[in-house]
T-cell receptor, first 108, second 111 residues
Framework: KNEVEQSPQNLTAQEGEFITINCSYSVGISALHWLQQHPGGGIVSLFMLSSGKKKHGRLIATINIQEKHSSLHITASHPRDSAVYICAVGKGGNQFYFGTGTSLTVIP | DVKVTQSSRYLVKRTGEKVFLECVQDMDHENMFWYRQDPGLGLRLIYFSYDVKMKEKGDIPEGYSVSREKKERFSLILESASTNQTSMYLC??????????FGQGTRLTVV
């Protein structure tokens, strides 16, 4: 049983499309993270959320604590957005639980 | 500005070798973590440390040990590497209620 579920697992989009990646979790959390992993392995933290919504450039992340759900949106997608996007929840106690990731490919 | 540094991006080791993976963070974080990442399984916690000389087992500690002698450095040790330890290894650090910062990852191949 996974504490964190992401959907879809794989996503292919045309350049310019609006993209949504979803994350649902089943545990109480202190914060939720969205991470980006490019080919080659390096992981970058995009957002940390405990409520509401955050925006950074073309990326928007939202969280609904009552529904235990978060979404990552990418507006005007670009091929350089191609990466694996990982949802992670911090449970307090210094631990994180990770989704298995969404592999995004943006085609020019 | 690199905040979490892993000593190697790629490593190839032979079965039975002792392997050290080093992770250093420059943010004075209390918490440091080692994960491995495998296709279809995502990131799984091997060990974490919440203070110098303190360590806790994660979900998959078998075959690994760790060392945290200084706050900024957290080492993962494979006492006798095996082929099933071929994986991507990721180090992370955090403080209470802060973002987690991740290293670039070490892709270890055991032959």
């Amino acid at each position: 049983k996974n504490e964190v579920e992401q959907s879809p697992q794989n996503l292919t989009a045309q350049e310019g499309e609006f993209i949504t990646i979803n994350c649902s979790y089943s545990v109480g959390i202190s914060a939720l993270h969205w991470l980006q992993q490019h080919p080659g392995g390096g992981i970058v933290s995009l957002f940390m959320l405990s409520s509401g919504k955050k925006k950074h450039g073309r990326l928007i992340a939202t969280i609904n604590i009552q529904e235990k759900h978060s979404s990552l949106h990418i507006t005007a997608s670009h091929p350089r957005d191609s990466a694996v996007y990982i949802c992670a929840v911090g449970k307090g106690g210094n631990q994180f639980y990770f989704g298995t990731g969404t592999s995004l490919t943006v085609i020019p | 500005d690199v905040k979490v540094t892993q000593s190697s991006r790629y490593l190839v080791k032979r079965t039975g070798e002792k392997v050290f993976l080093e992770c250093v963070q420059d943010m004075d974080h209390e918490n440091m973590f080692w994960y491995r990442q495998d296709p279809g399984l995502g990131l799984r916690l091997i060990y974490f440390s919440y203070d110098v000389k303190m360590k806790e087992k994660g979900d998959i500690p078998e075959g690994y040990s760790v060392s945290r002698e200084k706050k900024e450095r957290f080492s993962l040790i494979l006492e006798s590497a095996s082929t099933n330890q071929t994986s991507m290894y990721l180090c992370a650090s955090s403080s209470a209620n802060t973002e987690a910062f991740f290293g670039q990852g070490t892709r270890l191949t055991v032959v």
